[in-house]
């Protein structure tokens, strides 16, 4: 991959994008964590919305992820009707894809609704 340009960084965007960018890692950098207390998507069988809290860690090689564009990647779920657990494998497959990271962690906790809160793990390693 040749290094990409950073689109949405020092841009006004005020939409989602369907993607996160990334940029040349550091060198020694072992670990990268992103926390998000507020993602929102949508249950798909009552469509009513759901608050998740999404911890995403990744072994980064070549590229690290630029925050901005995540933010503006998870802002795209608010109106998707998925369940959790799909939700946190499509994190890290746009993850694994576009990072290209030796290890990447999703871990997706949402909020209770009727007492029950659910959290899904999703791992995948190249």
Request: aromatic letters at 6%; one cysteine or more; charged letters at 20%.
């Amino acid at each position: 991959m040749d290094t990409p340009e950073l689109t949405v960084l020092g841009s006004t965007v005020r939409h989602a994008i369907d993607h996160v960018e990334v940029f040349p890692a550091p060198a020694h950098v072992t670990s990268v964590r992103f926390t998000n207390d507020e993602l929102g998507s949508v249950c798909p069988v009552t469509q009513q919305p759901d608050l998740s809290h999404v911890v995403i860690e990744y072994a980064p090689d070549q590229w690290c992820i630029e925050s901005k564009s995540l933010k503006l990647y998870l802002w795209g779920f608010r109106d998707r009707a998925v369940f959790a657990e799909a939700l946190a494998a499509e994190i890290a497959g746009e993850v694994m894809r576009t990072a290209q990271p030796t290890r990447v962690t999703v871990t997706l906790t949402q909020r209770p609704r009727g007492g029950i809160e659910v959290q899904a793990v999703a791992e995948l390693v190249r």
